[in-house]
Every structure is written in structure tokens, then in C-alpha cells.
């Protein structure tokens, strides 16, 4: 029965990847986060290749992906998350894909932490300077 699943887990996972095959790149992946102890849920914006924190855990987000809006919605990324503990090297605790239309097929398994996908955007774009006043 356990092969069953992985084989269905996979087929699964081959579909989600080659459907965002047509996605287009964005700069932030829109995170949520879970602490199981507080029961408070997060939200985390992590700018691609840059490390954010929840909690012990550093997050890295090597690509976000989202279809365009004329396909079905979805969102995946790519995470690197550590823990990381004061007086301890630090620890892979999760590297892959996440879907934010399937946040069960690959899970961030922590026993204090949930961290799921939500959506992709752009960072929004710095304001232009406002050229110097004329004397």
C-alpha cells in the first residue's frame, strides 16, 4: 500500500512540476508559517536568494513560480529552511518544492512549525527620485 501512494505522490508531483513548466518567475515568495506551540500563523515574504527567519528556522527561497492568470492558479517554490539553534551547527530541515495548491504532497515536517506557499509577486518597485528643486 505504501508504494501505491509514493507512486500516486510522484505521478502527482511529475503533473504539478511539468503544469508550472509554462509559469513565469517572480521576485517574492508569500509564505505562511505556523507555530504550534502559540498557535500563531505568520505571514512571511521572502525575496528570492535572500534568508528570512520564523522562528529557529532560516528560509531561502531559490525560485517562485506562478501560472498566468488565463490557467489554473498555482504557485510553487523552491525552499531551503534550516533550523538553527543557539550552541548548535545548523540543520537542513527541508529542501524542495512546495505547491500552493497541494500543501501536503511536500511538507515541511517540524514538530513546532508549519510553512506552506501561499502565492508569488514582484517586490514592488523603488519610487523614482524626485529631481532637485531649480534655483
Avoid at 26 to 40: I, S, W
Avoid at 91 to 112: C, D, K, N, Q, T
Wanted: glycine share 6%; hydrophobic share 40%; proline share 10%.
Amino acid at each position: 500500500m505504501p508504494l501505491i501512494r509514493l507512486h500516486i505522490g510522484l505521478a502527482l508531483a511529475l503533473t504539478l512540476v511539468a503544469a508550472t513548466a509554462g509559469a513565469e518567475s517572480y521576485e517574492v515568495a508569500v509564505l505562511q508559517g505556523l507555530d504550534k506551540v502559540t498557535a500563531r500563523v505568520s505571514r512571511i515574504e521572502a525575496p528570492v536568494g535572500e534568508t528570512v527567519r520564523f522562528g529557529t528556522l532560516e528560509i531561502i527561497a531559490r525560485t517562485c513560480d506562478k501560472r498566468p492568470p488565463e490557467e489554473a492558479p498555482e504557485s510553487s517554490a523552491f525552499l531551503d529552511v534550516w533550523e538553527v539553534r543557539s550552541g548548535a551547527s545548523s540543520e537542513s530541515v527541508f529542501r524542495g518544492w512546495m505547491f500552493s495548491s497541494s500543501p501536503a504532497l511536500s511538507p515541511l515536517e517540524h514538530p513546532v512549525y508549519d510553512v506552506w506557499v501561499i502565492d508569488c509577486r514582484n517586490a514592488p518597485s523603488a519610487a523614482p527620485t524626485p529631481p532637485p528643486p531649480s534655483r
